[in-house]
Each structure stands twice: as structure tokens, then as C-alpha cells.
């Protein structure tokens, strides 16, 4: 039977203790990691190596060159660490170091995506992060977990598991809730705006690429290394917070467009338009309300409500400079309904 693909991404707070690469923690992911080994074709995503880097830089203050600096002084700590704790279970690992171009360019994703194939048939799990060094700030993932959101979309993932340093999305009294069918406002208002001190994500990133992961038709399960086979549990959705899969049929292509590619511009729509697009026809000039940053012809772009919510990614037809000029033009399609994912 053919494998599915699994993606677990651990925050700096969940894998480091005091600046330290935390080697109980390691070695449960290890242990656990080998369990489910024979069922999916897996994918690490694993923060840490500022963290466990950093210490190395005198008078540390978290700036841009020492934050690339403590990435390669700790990423290769990071990755020896995994390594020297799989070893007993006979799983081999490599280093992924990947930049947002390779995901943006279709071409080199499918490279990627070849190369992770080649390794999970040689049973070598890939243990992918930013490659900080050479990372333009401009193009920068937000944090890993967009990375990993773009490897699970991009690579059709049953699951995506979120690990941090708390036990799932907490509700107003701080309970953990064990089940969210669809990621709307009323979920997003309950991620705190803090995050960890070692890490640069939190719940609210967690919540937004967890709501871009399930309208993809991918289960998202957030959780933390707590108690006993926690991961192995996340997977079963028997801990933290499982964020249930929306059924969609969306193309490969499509899934690489609403996630992968690079967003350059950004309009809002009236109802109307809105509707038409909710029943799957294509996005017309008149419908627009705003272009709020412009797009060239070919490039991807968003789609906002009224009230300022992205409902979808569409590749332009015309550029947003003529589109303007030629708004009075009857029929004028912007987008056509092949090339507009409803996010």
C-alpha cells in the first residue's frame, strides 16, 4: 500500500531548554518518528538551530546578521543532534535547508518534491529549515510554520502536525479544544498575539497556515511533546487540537498557487462578485472594488472581501495598471475561474 506523506514541524521552544538542544526530547521524536516511519513517508520541519546557535555570539541582541550567524553555527548542531538519536532505530536523515524561491519557482518545487522522493524510497527522512545564511529578508518564509504548510500542501500531506509549546488551541478558559471543524474569525480570535522567546511564530501564525492547510484538504493537528507518545497520539487525533480537512478537489497546480507561489498584489471585491466566485466563475473587472497593491500580467495575487478577508488567490490575466484603464470594459476578465483558489 502506498505510503501517505507526513509532515511534523517542532518550534525552537519545543526542542531547546536554556539555549540547549533538549536531548530527551530529541530522542522521543526518535523513538516515535521510527514508529510511524512504516506508514508514511515523513518530513521534519524543525526549528532550533538559532536557538542552540546563538550562545556562540558574543553580546547576542537578536539582529538580522547574528540571527543568520547563530543559523549556521546551530543548524549543524541541530542536525547531528537528530542524527546521533536516530541512529539506533537504523533511520538515516538528511539536511534540507530550503529558501522561498523554491517553492515560488514551479520548476524548482518539482525538483524538491523529486528529491524528497528519492530519499524516502532509500527510507532517509529529510529534515528541512530556512536557509538563514543566504535568505533574502525580502523573500524570508514568516516562520516554519509556513514552510512546513508549504511542504504539506505542495506535497498533498495527509497530515501536518504543528508542534509547540503549548497542548493545542486553548479556549477562553484555557482549555484545550480537542476539535475545530473550519478555522473562521471566531477561532482566530482565540490565538494570544505573544510567542515564545526562542521562537518567531505563535498561534495566530499557527491558525492561518493551519486554515491555508485544511482548505487545502489537509488535516492539521497542533499540539506539544506532553506526556507519553504524543506524537504518535497527534497523529491518531487523540491530543492537542485537531483541525479537521475540508473537502476539496484542487489540482496539484492549484494547491502549489494558493500556497507556494509569491503574492504580488492584492484588490477587494463587492458581493457580487464574491458570489460568482463561490460558484466557481471567473473574477470581472466590474466587480472590483480596490486594487490595494498592484500585479503584472501572470503573476498571483489575492482576493479580499469587503471586510479586508482573503478569499481567494487568482493568476492575473491583465495587469492591474490597464485593468484599471480599461475598468469600463464590458466582460473584462481579470482572472479566469481555472486560475482562482478559494482559500
Known sequence: MKKGVLVIKFGSASVTSDGEIDERIILEIARQVSVLQSQYNIVIVSSGAVAAGKKFIPKY????????????????????????????????????????????????????KSTYETLWKSNVIPIANENDVVSNKELKFSDNDELATLIATGFGAD??????????????GGNVIKEIDTIDKSVLSLARKDKSSVGLGG????LNFARLATQMGIEVVIFCMQGVDSIIKAVNGDAGTVCRAQEKKVSSKQKWMASGSLIKGLVTIDKGALNALLNRKSLLAVGIIDIIEHFEVGEVFHIAD????????????????????????????????????LI
Open 159 to 172: 497530515k501536518l502536525l504543528l508542534c509547540t509549546s503549548v497542548p493545542g488551541v486553548l479556549d477562553a
Open 306 to 341: 469587503e471586510e479586508g478577508t482573503i478569499q481567494a488567490v487568482a493568476k492575473s490575466k491583465i495587469d492591474s495598471l490597464s485593468m484599471k484603464a480599461k475598468s469600463k470594459t464590458k466582460n473584462l476578465e481579470i482572472a479566469h475561474a481555472d486560475d482562482i483558489v
Open 61 to 112: 541582541k537578536g539582529t538580522l546578521e547574528q540571527r543568520k550567524a547563530a543559523a549556521a553555527i546551530g543548524n549543524p548542531l541541530l542536525v547531528r543532534k537528530y542524527s546521533t538519536y536516530f541512529k539506533p532505530f537504523k533511520i538515516a536523515l538528511a539536511q534540507s535547508l530550503c529558501e522561498r524561491h523554491h517553492f515560488s519557482n514551479r520548476e524548482q518545487f518539482l525538483q524538491l
Open 203 to 206: 498561534m495566530t501564525s499557527k
